[in-house]
């Protein structure tokens, strides 16, 4: 039976859902979350779909096995993308959440307006964000882009190196002065904001999913009788064996924005 003293388990492929957790902490300051990232197996976001369903239900099942948990939260598209309906079917008794990129407040705020989603492959070319995609695309012109190398440089600490505002630019140099918003459509990508904010400029609004997604986890909890108003708590676990992901991880949760 799930209680309310329970775990809420953060899944990303790496650090990136640590820009999501952020947001968990800050809206639900009295729970205990477990961050995991698979940074052992990461990127998720060029691999086959197949590969990212597989790994994604695998770390679900190692985290249920070790840890009394009462809600996951996949705070990565790219698993969201492959694998959430699987998550769940799965795991009928798990509240399950899943972000997706912010397209709705997008077209909420820039009616007619150009938005840009940078995202990886995978969660571009599923199903899922096609669904997205096509329920907002009448009120906004929605462009995809592309963003490789960018986890691989934040999975590093690379977070606001010359090297990264190189690959920035060279992604976004296409569509300067073509865009009202950019969402970032990867959890990994807030923590190179500052980088994509200097490329693009003042004028184009980011937008992120991590807000919407906290929100989300505690409306279902209380649907649920599930909150808890405790002293809070946040454990953070790594696959990869480099103990340096740890620490990286730590400087992601105290990150400035
Ligand atoms: N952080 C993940 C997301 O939100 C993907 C990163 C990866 O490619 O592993 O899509």
Request: glycine share 8%.
């Amino acid at each position: 039976m799930n209680e309310k003293h329970d775990y809420i388990a953060v899944f990303d492929s790496g650090v990136g859902g640590i820009s999501v957790l952020r947001h968990l902490r800050k809206t639900l300051p009295g729970e205990r979350f477990l961050y995991f990232g698979d940074s052992a197996n990461a990127p998720y976001g060029s691999r086959p779909t197949e590969e990212v369903r597989a790994l994604t239900l695998a770390a679900v099942e190692k985290l249920l096995a070790e840890y009394p948990l009462k809600a996951l939260v996949i705070a990565c598209n790219t698993a969201t993308a492959a694998a959430v309906n699987d998550v769940r079917a799965a795991h009928p008794e798990l509240i399950v959440v899943g972000i997706e990129p912010a397209l709705k407040v997008a077209a909420d705020h820039f009616p007619g307006g150009r938005v840009g989603v940078m995202a990886t492959e995978v969660t571009l070319r599923e199903e899922k964000f096609d669904t997205l995609l096509h329920r907002f695309d009448e009120d906004v012109t929605i462009l995809k882009i592309p963003a490789p190398g960018l986890v691989e440089l934040v999975e590093a600490g690379k977070v606001d190196a010359p090297e990264t505002e190189a690959l920035l630019k060279k992604i976004l140099g296409p569509y300067l002065g073509k865009l009202d918003a950019l969402v970032l459509g990867c959890t990994h990508y807030p923590f190179a904001r500052k980088a994509i904010r200097r490329v693009l400029g003042d004028g184009v609004i980011l937008l992120d999913g991590g807000e919407g997604t906290a929100r989300e986890t505690r409306r279902r909890l209380q649907q649920a009788g599930l909150l808890e108003n405790g002293t809070g708590e946040v454990r953070i676990c790594n696959s990869s064996p480099d103990p340096d992901m740890l620490r990286l991880s730590r400087e992601r949760l105290q990150q400035e924005d």
